[in-house]
C-alpha cells in the first residue's frame, strides 16, 4: 500500500448515516482510530440531527442538510478548540445521529388496577391500556439526559420509563377527574389530551414529546361488569312483574313441550310393543295374557272410635259415636262429663273433644236457674 493509500484510508471525508432498523434513537459515527479531516462534508437526512461531542463536552447540533465541516459551521468546537480561522488539520471528535422521526404504536398499559372513586358505585378499580407516539425534539438534551456514552440507543431502552410516566400521570388524571366509570368511555378523548399535556411536562426535560396518545380502553373488574351487564338487563326488562310472568310461562311452556315428548316417546314405544304382540300386518296375538289370578282386595273400612265415660269414680263404656249422641240427648252426657277415647291424652271434658263438641252444638244450653 502507497503512501497515498495509507493517509486516504487515515481520513474520513464524508459522514453520513442511514438506518433501516425503524427502532434506532442514537447511533454514534466513530471509527476508531481515524481521524475526522477539516473539511469533510457532513450529510444529515430529513428525520435526523447530528450532534458534534468533543472530550466529553457536548459541541455543536446540525439539523439537515450538507455541511463542509470548517469553523464557520462548527462555532461551539471552534471555540472549544481555539481554533483559528486559517486552523486546517484534522481533529478527533464523536458525532452522534439522532433520529428525529416519531416512533409511532408503542404500547402502554396499567400493570395494577388503579383505584378512584366513582361518584355511583363507590370505590372501583379500572385497567386502560392504548398506543402512543414519541420524537426527539432536542437532541442535544436528549444526548446528554438519556443516551450518554452508548453508540447503540433504541425506542425499547426508554420505552419502559415513558409508559411509567404515562401510568402515573393516567392514574393521577382519571382519580381526580371525577368522570364516572359509565361514562369514561364517551371521554376518552378528552382524558387522553389531559394525560398527553401532563406527559410531555415531563419527557420535556428528556428532550421528548409525545405528539399523539390514545386510550383504546378502559375497563372494570369482572365482578363489577357482571354486576353493570345485570343492571342493564333490568333496564332492558323494564316491569319486573311482567317479565317474571313473561318467564314463567315460557319455562312452563318449555316444561310442558318435555314433558309432551316424554308421553310421544312412551306412546311409541307401546303401539311398538303392541304391533310386536299383534304380528305382522296387525294379526292377532297368538295367545291372550292370562288375567290376574287374585285381584287386588278392597282396603278395610275404617276401624269406628268409642269412648269411655267417669262417673262417680267409675267408668263406663265403651260407646260408639251414635250412643255418645243419644247420651248426650238424653242429657246424659253433658259438656263436663269426662271421657277417653284410644289415642287421647289422658281424660278431658266432652266439650273439649272435636268429634264430641258437635253433639252438643244441636242442643240448646242448659235452662238458667229458677231466680
Keep these: 500500500m502507497g503512501i497515498f493509500d495509507f493517509l486516504t484510508g487515515e481520513f474520513i471525508d464524508v459522514i453520513h448515516w442511514t438506518d433501516d432498523t425503524r427502532d434506532t434513537m442514537v447511533w454514534r459515527f466513530e471509527r476508531e482510530g481515524h481521524e475526522i479531516k477539516y473539511g469533510a462534508k457532513l450529510t444529515v437526512r430529513e428525520g435526523q440531527s447530528a450532534v458534534f461531542v468533543h472530550e466529553g463536552q457536548l459541541a455543536d447540533v446540525f439539523s439537515p442538510g450538507l455541511y463542509m465541516l470548517e469553523t464557520n459551521n462548527m462555532p461551539i468546537l471552534t471555540t472549544l478548540q481555539h481554533w483559528d ?14 433520529n428525529t422521526t416519531r416512533f409511532n404504536d408503542l404500547k402502554w398499559g396499567t400493570k395494577n388496577p388503579i383505584m378512584c372513586r366513582d361518584p355511583e358505585f363507590g370505590p372501583v378499580r379500572i385497567r386502560a391500556f392504548g398506543t402512543y407516539s414519541v420524537r426527539v425534539t432536542d437532541p442535544g438534551r436528549f444526548l446528554l ?29 382519571v382519580a381526580g377527574s371525577g368522570i364516572p366509570v359509565l361514562d369514561m368511555a364517551a371521554n376518552t378523548d378528552e382524558l387522553g389530551k389531559l394525560v398527553a399535556g401532563e406527559i410531555t411536562k415531563v419527557v420535556a426535560d428528556y428532550g421528548l ?13 369482572p365482578a363489577v361488569e357482571a354486576a353493570m351487564d345485570k343492571r342493564t338487563s333490568m333496564g332492558i326488562v323494564g316491569n ?39 304380528g305382522p300386518w296387525g294379526a292377532a296375538p297368538a295367545a291372550a295374557a292370562p288375567a290376574a289370578a287374585h285381584p287386588a282386595p278392597p282396603p278395610p273400612p275404617p276401624v269406628e272410635k268409642v269412648w269411655h265415660i267417669a262417673e262417680n269414680g267409675a267408668t263406663k263404656g265403651p260407646f260408639s259415636r ?14 263436663e262429663t269426662l271421657v277417653w277415647t284410644a289415642g287421647q291424652d289422658g281424660w278431658k271434658p266432652a266439650e273439649d273433644v272435636a268429634e264430641l263438641a258437635q253433639l252438643f252444638t244441636v242442643l240448646p244450653p242448659p235452662p238458667p236457674p229458677a231466680g
Design 145 to 173: 439526559e438519556i443516551v450518554g456514552t452508548d453508540g447503540e440507543f433504541t425506542m425499547d431502552e426508554i420505552s419502559f420509563q415513558i409508559r411509567n410516566i404515562i401510568v402515573q400521570a393516567f392514574s393521577r388524571i
Design 209 to 221: 414529546e409525545i405528539p399523539e396518545f390514545y386510550i383504546e380502553n378502559i375497563s372494570l373488574p
Design 240 to 278: 319486573l312483574d311482567s317479565y317474571m310472568k313473561f318467564s314463567a310461562a315460557e319455562a312452563l311452556g318449555a316444561e310442558n313441550s318435555a314433558m309432551a315428548a316424554s308421553m310421544g316417546a312412551g306412546m311409541g314405544a307401546g303401539i311398538g310393543m303392541g304391533m310386536a304382540q299383534a
Design 322 to 335: 251414635a250412643t255418645m249422641g243419644q247420651k248426650a240427648g238424653a242429657g246424659e252426657l253433658k259438656r
Design 85 to 98: 480561522h486559517g486552523f486546517k488539520s484534522p481533529f478527533k471528535s464523536e458525532i452522534y445521529f439522532v
